[in-house]
């Protein structure tokens, strides 16, 4: 497992990042592009397990309250000026929002950043591999739901969906997590780790 993510092709998933993007965010892609401005830095943290000889990730229902209301994401949040590195963004909001406390030794690799210019972020996946999570204890400000997903599920379940973003609809790449729809920045990000799974195969 930590060899797939520390020996594949960024260049690949990249692209695999890039096949996800819709509409809604070509069109601020758009809009940076031609007038860049500073992102601010954040990591989030890909947790694989295994449970029941099945390939596991975890991810949150955010609550109802800030900017990213109610989107399914991975664990994760903003850097602080005290953390040495992106690693210790992902391990700190990891505790913060879930309980799950990440050892650096369990860190396996990183995934390509993705930019976001709508919330003005550049995200950054760190994977972490462990034997057990234990028992979760949400941030109740942060987080309505902690979910165990299945990560082949989840892979089966790409298509194209309908989604309302900024008042409009708009049909875009996507996977599911349970009953909800996974697209945009994270759904990104996932491609990424499924284009560096399939590099292993």
């Known amino acids: 497992m930590s060899l797939i993510f520390k020996n594949f092709s960024r260049k690949k998933a990249e692209k695999c990042a890039d096949e996800m993007l819709s509409d809604f965010q070509r069109m601020y892609f758009a809009r940076y592009y031609a007038n860049p401005f500073p992102l601010r830095r954040s990591a989030v943290m890909i947790l694989l397990f295994v449970r029941d000889d099945r390939l596991k990730t975890i991810m949150i229902e955010r609550t109802d309250i800030g900017v990213h209301a109610g989107q399914i ?97 708009y049909e875009v790449p996507s996977f599911l997590c349970g009953n909800s729809v996974v697209w945009g920045a994270t759904a990104m990000i996932v491609a990424e780790m499924f284009g560096v799974m399939a590099d292993a195969v």
């Open 73 to 169: 994401s991975f664990p994760g949040g903003k850097a602080e000026p005290s953390d040495a590195d992106s690693i210790e963004t992902a391990i700190r909001e990891t505790m913060e929002e879930i309980g799950v406390r990440v050892r650096r030794e369990d860190v396996i690799g990183d995934l390509p950043s993705v930019k976001v210019p709508v919330s003005k972020f550049e995200i950054f996946p760190v994977v972490a591999f462990v034997d057990e999570v234990g028992d979760f204890k949400k941030s109740e400000s942060e987080v309505k739901k902690v979910l165990e997903v299945d990560v082949e599920d989840m892979r089966t379940s790409l298509g194209n969906r309908v989604v309302t973003a900024a008042g409009k609809q």
